[in-house]
């Protein structure tokens, strides 16, 4: 992509010869770009399985795989920003639960999605892993009920 394309976009993070890892949470990171099909309803997924963050409480590293699905409204998120993004959570002390709820809550700022969905399958410390899961429909849309049917259905044990 060349250079006006990136600006058109407003992408100006992929194809940067030198990428800066953000070492602290940040959110500013993520950019988005036009959906070309906003009249259909697709899942974009994003599978990301080194994410790591550190407890809040004994500092020790927590390592899971991150599981983002969405249904796109007029915006998508840019996967290199969603890497960068991810990453900085690297030094980020917080519990699984909520670590989930906020890439869920900046993904919805930034996209304003008609649905989403997180998931967290954290690798087991103490002899127990933790997934927490967290979804979103959009108000006044058939999407609210399908968030709530789909984590009243949540699949526990997968």
């Not at 699984?96 to 954290?122: A, R, T």
């Not at 927490?132 to 259905?153: Q, S």
Request: glycine share 6%.
């Amino acid at each position: 992509m060349n250079k006006e394309n990136q600006k058109i976009a407003g992408i100006t993070l992929l194809g940067q010869k030198e990428t800066k890892y953000e070492l602290d949470y940040n959110p500013d990171v993520l950019e988005a770009f036009d959906n070309k099909h906003p009249e259909y309803d697709y899942f974009v997924k994003f599978n990301c399985p080194e994410f790591t963050c550190i407890c809040p409480i004994t500092g020790q590293p927590d390592f899971a795989t991150i599981t983002i699905a969405y249904v796109p409204n007029k915006k998508l998120v840019e996967s290199k920003s969603l890497k960068l993004y991810l990453f900085s959570f690297r030094n980020h002390g917080d519990f699984h639960e909520n670590c989930v709820n906020v890439i869920m809550k900046d993904l919805i700022k930034l996209l304003d999605p008609k649905y989403i969905e997180v998931q967290g399958k954290f690798t087991p410390r103490g002899g127990i892993s933790i997934h927490p899961y967290c979804n979103h429909g959009k108000a006044d849309t058939r999407w609210e009920e399908i968030a709530l049917n789909r984590l009243a259905n949540h699949e526990l044990y997968k």
